[in-house]
């Protein structure tokens, strides 16, 4: 389990401004950005493994 969850972080790390601008094209309101985050980083963990 650690080297997934190595490899999950390394992935939100190499990924975390892209996937961050992409979601404030959606929105400019910070909060509503982090909710969106939240299902995207969930969908990029469950279809990597």
């Known amino acids: 389990m650690k080297d997934l969850e190595r490899e999950f972080e390394q992935m939100v790390r190499e990924n ?3 996937i961050y601008t992409v979601c404030y094209m959606f929105s400019n309101d910070q909060d ?13 963990f469950l279809t990597k493994w």
């Open 16 to 18: 975390r401004s892209t």
């Open 32 to 44: 509503e950005v982090a909710d969106f985050l939240v299902p995207v980083w969930l969908y990029e």
